[in-house]
């Protein structure tokens, strides 16, 4: 029956018209408007103005906004910051005339879109979940995309149509991720040239406290969400490789196989495994390489500490504490085997044989206080996470400081090597903090290289080549985030 | 609009048929067939056979298929044994003529009604989450129904509209949930009539291999569900009730913190905790009972070396182990720290402190051996059933065995007392097992009373009425299941 009618009809219309007349009549539409939009872009040819939309405008924006500005007059940008909370984006951008805050509902598609088609490259600071609405439109508009996150398994299937429309979507242009590949590739591509063999690669990232504003025995406050601190490890077994053979750590026993890891001038860290090392396999081209393993730092004596509240259970969200007339204390307690003698210290000093360093750990957590804890019921993570936010809140002159630290073991003419990379990052302030600086500041690199043409890429992407780290990497060194290497033997 | 219809018609017919003119003529339908259903009603009550429908020919409906067919030419009873395995169900019968074998897939909903619709009683001995369906068309059919199984909350919702049909879903009537509520409100309501209160109350269960056919270290083997031994404690943090105190044990605690129970001649068992032992304060009345503890039995030895495995991480499901190049020994070796000295037995055996009695039981499994797993990939979970389905097989002539202990303390003018209630059951041979006979003799021995009108409940129940559990528990004597009790000072 459709053949027929196609039969008869095609001496008049294309036959794609005919499979699908909608896109025919858009087709038409767009001849029609061809001689208006010529016009448009030749205004832009000479304007040269080019338009930078950024889509949310949260703590991890701050920095990324304030690149973008500074260099707006020398690049001749103008960048537009929509969020959903038009006085927050307005707040970001310190009145620069070559800023423009928007009021902006995310899923609200036909204004994304809108806002898309004006713009000449979009940045995604959305939650990660909402990054592929926007991939979406900036593939069907032709603009390219930057985001700070990992690209998901959704992300990835866009890469032949991106790339069919010449479209980038750069991924992963943050700090962890982001940073951490550019500073890793850029050794092992070293390593490579020169002929050596990696046989080891070691990754570790920490979000911590700057060493000025450490001041309690955990060495940690929350200098982020404080969701994925208490849930950290949770997510299930630690993969990693280890002379060739795959180990796995149980969540209950991730804090507890920690390594020590000193940076000079900073003191030792703890290091506990990062749920996937394995992925990196491939990403990084090191499928031969017979050890590879990732992990975050935090402070000396965090792990030993934390692991109490892993061993206990108290990290767990798999029911609901009746918490309505409990003290902190009670909460600990139900955790402990009855017993008519014993405080309750002394009951968890047996039970998981603590040394006195990290009892003090606990005790000035409060988590031995006979204070109400004041909710009705909680999981247990909930109310281990209302404890410590009181406790490991930032004060006012508070400075963050992100750590990461690279190993890389390699064969050269018959002999190993070792070369250490280390880099600290210490915020400014509680706006410009190391998190938003090392977040937004290799985002806003990689949007002027794209601007200025000096990045070809199509597809999905994300930092591992030379062309997109080198120049990022040497520009990040004026904003005091650099890299110390250390031959080690 | 509508009322202004009903206003002209309220007349002819009754408000509810304008309400519901589908019910008005299903109401008018019925009507003509009365005398067709009269004389079918009549030919019954001569007749005086009662139709039994049992859906699910199963393991677990050996020993009840049995008990009524046993019953069946006194009783005067047809047992009409469904399931999709038709020679399966044929088996059941061993050629009895009361009973019928029928093919049937439980969920064609059509067929389904017309058997219900035919019979006096339902038992549904399929898979826990298919008893809805049948629960919803015994109460429209208006038929009585028992299942095996713990009461869902779906199934509770069911109890208003059960009632006001008539109708009895009487659910938990195995052993486990089943013989252990009839036993333990045996003893409790007997503490309660003399005037006691009740201190303590702690239950455990385990289905283990009798002690004539125990051969291995681990005096276990696998009588049931391989899968749910395998996945033990692997649901969430188990909770428990001392001292008033909530008592909380996260899965990777709770084979650590196991508990000695002895049975007299039949030694010394370990109970782990169940996940949830709450609930029973309001099902058995014990809200103000300071402590209420309930648990799984294994013989001596087990919890510690299965604390292995679950410290390990073996039990896990959250990621895919690739195996295909695998030993035993590899996949073992996977969960220890790299060493280059020590042997897999060595690193264990310092990584987790373990005695020489745990290896024995360790090594008893062949997981340090270096043969090939044998499969390409599989969840550790998974491997370790593998493993174990192989070691822990029953030959021809085991047998299995049922334990349940049962502790009460309780005060009587002014003293304490303390009753323990035991019961062990061995099973006959591979088809009447001991936890067949626990399962269906009880569902038997309610349906015998349901349809001579010995039980006269309805709504969605539990056996924990004295008129329910004090004939079951009488006649359960007479097949070798029986509570032996002991009284401690």
Known sequence: MASKMAGTESQILPQSAIRNPQSAIQNLRSEICVPR??????WRKISNVKKILVIGAGRSSSSLVKYLLDNAEAQDWKVTLADRDLALAESKLNGNERGEALLFEADNHLRRKELIEECDLVISMLPASMHMMVAADAIELGKNLITPSYVSPEMKELNDEARRKGVLLLNEMGVDPGIDHMSAMRVIDEIKSKGGKLI???SFTGGLIAPQSDDNPWHYKFTWNPRNVIMAGMGGTAQYIQNHNLKYIPIH??????KEIEIEGYGVFEGYANRDSL???SVYG????????RGTLRGQGYCKAWNVFVQLGMTTEDFEVESKNMTWRDFINSYLQYDPELPVEGKIQNYLNLDQETMDLLKWTGIFD???IGVDSATPAALLQLLLEDKWKLKEDDKDMIVMWHRFD????GQEHQVQSSMVAIGEDHTYTAMSNTVGLPMGIAAKMILNGEMKLTGVQMPILPEVYEPILDELTKFDIQFVEKTIH
């Open 370 to 372: 006979s204070t109400k």
């Open 410 to 413: 390699y064969e050269l003419d």
């Open 279 to 281: 992925s990196y396999r």
């Open 200 to 202: 080891r690669f070691e």
């Open 286 to 293: 090191l499928e031969d390489v017979p050890t590879i393993y």
């Open 37 to 42: 939009l010529k016009k448009f872009y030749l």
């Open 253 to 258: 026993k991730i804090f507890e196989r920690y």
